[in-house]
């Protein structure tokens, strides 16, 4: 990380009243305007390769195309093969400049989709008013398209290799394979970084950009009783048994965290009985009880989401307590496995978030707002995030109905997050980062 910029970038804001684009930053523009068709070209062949996460050769094709896309904006390009996490891989393209003056940006996108080889969902469909449906369009092919917009503009302009610019396309977003190993190369990727860049859809509406994410962990709760005859249960050598037991302590998850704003958790399966049979990772099992036994075994599994590290270990204690005060003959164990980080909000998020409103409305699109995090999902950004000075997601295609076979993506949001995206990007790279009384000033030069 640029140390010497970061003492300088923690001072900076965007000053409100400068409104108006640079002639270059009007180039920028026009260049995408001028090239928007094309885009959407590229985006109807991406999206009508199959890319769900557990087809690799569709992955790796959908990386391909882009691959080429980037290696003719001259950057470097490399493909780390996913073999080891079992998931098809990633796609990383980079400018290679001999002597960067501003941030590192990092930006981040994913190849792969939730609609599998099986699905009814395969092709792009044009649905008139500038929508378009089709198999992970908006979640997200079009925010794929967009990077790759935004930076031939720079490119256009002379700028992109003076730029220290990494791409980052994982192919296992939507359904990661470990994540240690599989994020392991982005999380060093963004300890050389400065600012991360999002272009997921964030919540499909492009008047809004995320600056924090809730992340997300799963548990698994498992309940002994001692197995009696049911005429026994409450007595001293019997106990209340396994499903009384597991009861309590979900009530008491409820009744003691259920307030925490940005923390959810939700039991999502739960059975009880004298025999279970439990597949965890399928979520599906069978059991045996009978309204005379007192219950020997009682499982239930869920998750938990959460908006930053110290609330996980919060709820967890929480948890944790709850399960050790155990009712009479009974014993509880919660097992917990970490997800995905949290993407903290911070304040160098919502600078940056300011940021790209400035570029935004001087552009004449409006202001650019957040999204409550509660509305926001776990994503790659969420592996980055704690690495960087500033991060923003949502900076993808707007558009609707994601992961469902009523995906729609619009055609028009492609042109206007390129523009922002190509705006933010040189004015972050180019800008003069200084204070003022009070005020954090980012002053373009040219
Ligand atoms: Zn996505």
């Known amino acids: 990380m640029n140390r010497i910029l970061l003492a300088g970038m923690a001072c900076l804001w965007v000053q409100p009243a400068v409104a108006q684009l640079s002639a270059l930053e009007l180039n920028l523009a026009d260049y995408i305007d001028a090239h928007h068709d094309e885009a959407i070209e590229l985006l109807i062949e991406v999206v009508n390769i199959n890319s769900g996460t557990q087809n690799f050769a569709g992955v790796a094709a959908v990386g391909q195309v882009f691959r080429e896309r980037f290696e003719a904006l001259g950057m470097t390009t490399q493909w780390i093969d996913g073999s080891a996490w079992n998931r098809a891989g990633h796609l990383v393209a980079r400018t290679n400049p001999t002597q960067a003056n501003g941030p590192h940006l990092l930006l981040i996108g994913h ?79 963004a300890q050389q970084a400065d600012i991360a860049l999002g272009f997921e859809n964030g919540d499909g509406d492009p008047s809004t950009a995320i600056p924090a994410r809730r ?39 409820h009744e003691e965290l259920g307030g925490e704003q940005y923390l959810t958790f939700n039991p999502g399966i739960i059975m009880g009985g004298t025999e279970l049979n439990f597949a965890s990772d399928e979520g599906r099992g069978d059991a045996f009880g009978l309204p005379n036994v007192v219950a020997q075994h009682a499982i239930a599994r869920g998750d938990l989401r959460m908006i930053s590290n110290a609330q996980t270990a919060r709820a967890r204690t929480t948890m944790e307590r709850i399960v050790s005060e155990n009712l009479p003959l009974t014993s509880a164990e919660l097992i917990f496995n970490s ?52 991060a923003i997601d949502g900076m993808g295609m707007g558009g609707a109905n994601d992961h469902t076979v009523n995906e729609t993506g619009d055609l028009e949001s492609l042109r206007v997050q390129a523009k922002r995206a190509a705006v933010l990007m040189h004015r972050l790279e180019t800008g003069n980062w200084k204070l003022e009384t009070g005020n954090w000033k980012l002053e373009t030069r040219n």
């Open 215 to 253: 992340g997300y962990a799963s548990w698994e709760l498992r309940v002994t009783g001692n197995p009696a005859h049911s005429s026994q249960i409450f007595q001293d050598e019997v106990g209340s048994g396994a499903i009384f037991e597991a009861s309590r302590i979900l009530n008491a998850f």
């Open 339 to 390: 997800g995905m980080p949290p993407f903290p909000d911070s304040e160098g998020n919502r600078r940056l978030l300011e940021f790209f409103s400035q570029a935004s409305q001087d552009l004449g699109f409006g202001a650019v707002t957040a999204v409550d995090p509660s509305r926001a999902g776990a994503a790659d950004i969420s592996y980055v995030g704690e690495f960087v000075e500033m």
């Open 111 to 189: 190849l792969d989709t939730v609609f599998q080889r099986d699905s009814p969902f395969q092709e792009y469909e044009y649905l008139g008013d500038y929508i378009g449906r089709g198999p992970g369009i908006a979640d997200m092919k079009g925010g794929n398209v967009i990077i790759l917009q935004a930076l031939a503009a720079l490119n256009d302009q002379g700028l992109l290799h003076d730029m220290a610019i990494t791409v980052y396309l994982t192919g296992d977003e939507e359904s990661s394979g470990e994540a240690v190993l599989a994020r392991a190369d982005l999380r060093v990727v």
